[in-house]
């Protein structure tokens, strides 16, 4: 690997600011032109139910630009009016199914094995206890669709700084619907560990590493105070990344992070963030082999995919257009 080059562990997001303001295609370019060949997105549809010609145009996309889709969120909500997901949400239990039949079909065409389900904030009109229950029976829907096709589906916590409504607001509370839901027998749920909102939470990541290893299939890094490129803030990657080797992680590593004017970093500067630290050479030796719980399944192992435009909506969908980031 050269000085240059990303490492293969990383993927670029291109649903936070400012790539999201902008049609999807030209964000995929945008990554692919940053030097990156993985991307992750949220639901890159304007509905939940997206046309053949909607998924057929994405997955071309992918193609053309060489890039390759590792992750990617089920329908949402509106994020501009503050939603974080409907997974837990009564009255919306089919439209977050339907989103889920989708999400599975067209991740096992684009060769994506990672969908995210984002929980959903507290419901003035269900109690907690409702929309856990919700949460929980829409989880072991989306996990018996996706074990047929070799995908598996997470669970994030957001931290309550940013996110004061969401349903789960520690990352061990994500852990533990991921073990409630392994042991009613969907072995391929995980969480998706995203460093920004652990610390956010006024956690160390490194100490949730080491203690969730066995339920997290996802990480993502954005620095600290203001979810900025890896590198511009507080956080010790170098220490973070030690950490995940010392758990033997073999997944993939979201670079999520929101740039522009009034904020540090660029895709040139994650290019270099993602080539400076390599999972190789973070410690002067390559990676080690095993699973930190990876229930059999390794998400950099996919055939190519393929993509096409898009606008954020009422379904969460990632479309271009300023939406609430999370």
């Given at each position: ?5 990303v ?11 400012p790539l999201?303001?902008?049609a999807?295609?030209?964000?995929i ?8 060949s ?5 639901w ?17 996309a ?17 994020f ?5 997901g ?7 239990r ?6 889920i039949?989708a ?6 065409e ?13 419901l ?12 929980f ?10 074990r047929?096709?070799g ?9 309550p ?18 073990r ?17 909102h ?10 949730a590493?080491?203690?969730?290893a ?6 993502q890094f ?7 490129c890896?590198?511009t803030?507080?956080l ?27 904020f540090?970093g660029?895709p ?10 390599s999972?190789a ?10 699973c930190?719980?990876r229930?059999?399944?390794?998400p ?5 995919g ?10 969460g ?7 609430a980031g999370?």
């Amino acid at each position: 690997m050269t000085t240059d080059s990303v490492d293969d562990r990383y993927a670029l997001n291109l649903s936070l600011p400012p790539l999201r303001d902008h049609a999807l295609v030209p964000r995929i370019d945008a990554a692919a032109a940053a030097g990156f060949s993985l991307v992750e997105t949220w639901w890159p549809f304007p509905t939940a139910h997206p046309t053949r010609q909607q998924t057929e145009d994405l997955r071309t996309a992918l193609t053309a630009a060489g890039t390759r889709l590792v992750c990617m969120n089920i329908a949402a909500g509106d994020f501009t009016a503050g939603e974080r997901g409907i997974l837990s949400d009564p009255d919306r239990r089919q439209l977050c199914r339907d989103s889920i039949v989708a999400a599975v079909e067209f991740a096992a065409e684009a060769g994506c094995r990672l969908l995210n389900l984002p929980y959903g904030n507290r419901l003035p009109d269900h109690s907690e206890s409702a929309q856990h229950r919700t949460a929980f029976d829409n989880l072991l829907f989306a996990a018996r669709c996706a074990r047929a096709r070799g995908i598996s589906v997470l669970v994030e916590a957001l931290n309550p700084t940013d996110n004061p409504l969401y349903l789960l607001p520690d990352v061990e509370d994500a852990v533990d619907v991921v073990r409630r839901a392994r042991q009613a027998g969907a072995l391929n749920t995980g969480i998706l560990l995203d460093v920004y909102h652990v610390a956010r939470r006024g956690q160390d990541p490194s100490q949730a590493i080491a203690r969730y290893a066995k339920e997290c299939l996802h990480v993502q890094f954005a620095d600290i105070p203001d979810r900025t490129c890896p590198g511009t803030g507080g956080l010790d990657f170098v220490r973070i990344i030690t950490a995940l080797r010392e758990v033997a992680y073999e997944g993939l590593i979201g670079l999520e992070f929101t740039f522009g004017p009034e904020f540090p970093g660029s895709p040139a500067d994650a290019r270099s963030f993602a080539s400076r630290h390599s999972f190789a050479n973070v410690s002067g030796e390559t990676a080690p082999s095993g699973c930190g719980g990876r229930a059999g399944l390794d998400p950099r192992v996919h055939p190519s995919g393929h993509h096409g435009p898009s606008r954020r909506t009422s379904s969460g969908h990632d479309a271009g257009g300023r939406n609430a980031g999370r």
